[in-house]
């Protein structure tokens, strides 16, 4: 498999990650139903894909760049969704993760 189908994939693991994470918050602590089965199959998933983009990915860089995005992906969806809005601290920590993310991929996987 070739790194850019990788990294397609990684973008679907993302937004599997980021689907469960909000269906999770939905599930009200997994007492609705149709939530957290919801929240079960994205999990489920969203850990397939990620062991498919594991055979030509580095292990760490693969989850370094799913956990990295996923945070930024869900704090969007917490926003958009559920109106939390983030303080100054956490757009800058948000922007160290984003600075990360690019820095192990692109400079990390020599």
Same mark, same amino acid.
């Given at each position: *498999? @070739?790194?850019?189908?990788?990294?397609?994939?990684?973008?679907?693991?993302?937004? &599997?990650?980021?689907? @469960?994470? @909000?269906?999770?918050? @939905?599930?009200?602590?997994?007492? &609705?139903?149709? $939530?957290?089965? !919801?929240?079960?199959?994205?999990?489920?998933?969203? *850990? +397939?894909?990620?062991?498919?983009? *594991?055979?030509? !990915? $580095?292990?760490? !860089?693969? +989850?370094?760049?799913?956990?990295? &995005?996923?945070?930024?992906?869900?704090? =969007?969806?917490?926003? =958009?969704?559920?109106?939390?809005? $983030?303080?100054? +601290?956490?757009?800058?920590?948000?922007?160290?993760? =984003?600075?990360?993310?690019?820095?192990?991929?692109?400079?990390?996987?020599?």
């Amino acid at each position: *498999m @070739s790194n850019l189908t990788a990294y397609i994939i990684l973008i679907i693991a993302v937004v &599997l990650g980021t689907a @469960s994470n @909000s269906f999770a918050k @939905s599930a009200d602590g997994f007492t &609705l139903l149709f $939530p957290s089965i !919801i929240t079960a199959i994205t999990i489920v998933a969203c *850990m +397939y894909t990620l062991s498919i983009v *594991m055979k030509s !990915i $580095p292990v760490g !860089i693969t +989850y370094a760049s799913f956990a990295g &995005l996923c945070i930024i992906a869900t704090s =969007i969806v917490g926003v =958009i969704k559920f109106q939390q809005i $983030p303080n100054l +601290y956490t757009l800058i920590g948000l922007v160290l993760i =984003i600075s990360g993310v690019l820095i192990v991929n692109l400079l990390g996987n020599n």
